[in-house]
Nanobody, 122 residues
Framework: QVQLVESGGGLVQAGGSLRLSCAAS????????VGWFRQAPGKEREFVAA????????YYSDSAKGRFAISRDIAKNTVYLQMNNLKPEDTAVYYCAAARRITTVQEEWDFWGKGTQVTVSS
């Protein structure tokens, strides 16, 4: 089992920044990818970004490209999502997930955190 705990959410004005953290435990993460998804009220959960733990290759949704950056700290077993130039439409609960194969399909991810709320005011 992989346990994932998100932190760093909050309220920010449009144009501001937040950095989310996802602390992983329970297994060596070398063979996993870690991703961020988000779910806004009344909407489906959507893929935001992902990173392969071992080689640090990254993947982004079109809405995240150019504004968000995903990274990982091996020593801390933590993945970060730096979010810049935030917009009201970025308001959602952000979830961290882990899986052996990176995909944009949420059903194919094996382990999930409980989420952290991000609210962007206009």
């Amino acid at each position: 089992q992989v346990q994932l705990v998100e932190s760093g959410g909050g309220l920010v004005q449009a144009g501001g920044s937040l950095r989310l953290s996802c602390a992983a435990s329970g297994r060596t993460m070398d063979t996993y990818g870690v991703g961020w998804f988000r779910q806004a009220p009344g909407k489906e959960r959507e893929f935001v970004a992902a990173i392969r733990w071992r080689i640090s290759s990254t993947y982004y949704s079109d809405s995240a490209k150019g504004r968000f950056a995903i990274s990982r700290d091996i020593a801390k077993n933590t993945v970060y999502l730096q979010m810049n130039n935030l917009k009201p439409e970025d308001t959602a609960v952000y979830y961290c997930a882990a899986a052996r194969r990176i995909t944009t399909v949420q059903e194919e991810w094996d382990f999930w955190g409980k989420g952290t709320q991000v609210t962007v005011s206009s």
